[in-house]
């Protein structure tokens, strides 16, 4: 099996290219292949599937409007709905092959039509649609509970203003959340303001554990730093992997940073057996 290893601010994935939907990627598999020891060692992985031929509903659903389908996974074997760090890799992936060209086109994902823009090299964009705020949430976390504000993005968010550095706060722990409130659990953003328009965030993402960046919750920690009508305003956010851009308009959230295609290789039979 051929797989690429890629990163979007040090959130990091295998991709693996599927455009005829024969891989049949079991959770054990994907928990595997990410398995930083014993496997190749990722946050994720991008299976890469033309939509018509990937077996789930979502993809049907917009086969007509979209080749490509990226297939998200969390670290754990999981499924998530959306991952913008990923589909800004998934895209660089496809121009990269020669599967797509550069330009702006819809990439399908479980949280619907997202349109990707990139050059033939460099940052890729993703226009992530709107947020959805859904009121205040609380998480413990190992050195005590943080109030913020939940996000849908397609995937659930809770981002929590704190007052110190997040160099200083205790991620080793996964965040302990209220069931009812959080029913699919939750990914926590923990941000402090550092500037004008400009925060640093840690992540403890649902399925992955700690990441050292989040496109999903960058936007969801736009939101809650910009107040929950959402002023349009253009935000930095500083992540332990990088930076991201985040733009709120009043209509939609688009999000850009790197996206960077790193080694490419065989998976070894006996390996996978
Ligand atoms: N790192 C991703 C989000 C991946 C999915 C998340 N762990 C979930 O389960 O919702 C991003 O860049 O958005």
């Given at each position: 099996m051929r797989f690429l290893k890629g990163h979007g601010t040090e959130n990091d994935f295998v991709i693996l290219p599927d455009p005829d939907g024969s891989l049949d990627l079991s959770p054990a598999t994907v928990a595997a292949l990410c398995d930083r020891r014993a496997g190749i060692g990722a946050d994720g992985v991008l299976r890469v599937v033309r939509a018509k031929?990937?077996?789930?509903?979502?993809?049907?659903?917009?086969?007509?409007?979209?080749e490509w389908f990226m297939d998200y996974r969390n670290a754990d074997g999981s499924i998530a709905e959306m991952c913008g760090n990923g589909v800004r890799v998934f895209a660089r992936y496809l121009v990269d092959a020669g599967l797509a060209a550069p330009g702006e086109w819809d990439v399908a994902t479980r949280g619907g039509l997202k349109r990707v823009t990139l050059g033939p090299s460099?940052?890729?964009s993703v226009d992530m649609g709107p947020p959805v705020v859904q009121g205040e949430g609380r998480a413990r976390l190992a050195d005590g509970e943080y109030t913020g504000l939940r996000v849908?993005?397609?995937n659930p968010h809770l981002a929590c203003p704190v007052d110190r550095?997040?160099?200083?706060?205790?991620?080793?722990?996964?965040?302990?959340?209220d069931a009812a409130v959080f029913p699919e659990g939750v990914n926590v953003e923990l941000f402090r303001t550092v500037g004008e328009h400009h925060v640093?965030?840690?992540?403890?993402?649902?399925?992955s554990g700690e990441t050292r960046s989040c496109g999903t919750g960058s936007v969801a920690t736009a939101v809650a730093a910009a107040g929950p009508d959402m002023p349009p305003g253009r935000w930095l956010i500083d992540v332990?992997?990088?930076?991201?851009?985040?733009?709120?308009?009043g209509r939609t959230s688009h999000l850009s940073g790197p996206a960077v295609l790193v080694a490419e290789g065989e998976l070894?039979?006996?390996w996978l057996r």
């Open positions: 031929a990937a077996g789930d509903p979502a993809a049907e659903e917009f086969a007509g409007e979209a460099g940052d890729v849908s993005m397609g550095p997040v160099r200083d706060l205790d991620l080793t722990r996964a965040p302990d959340v640093e965030m840690r992540v403890y993402e649902r399925g332990p992997g990088g930076r991201v851009t985040v733009t709120l308009d070894r039979d006996d």
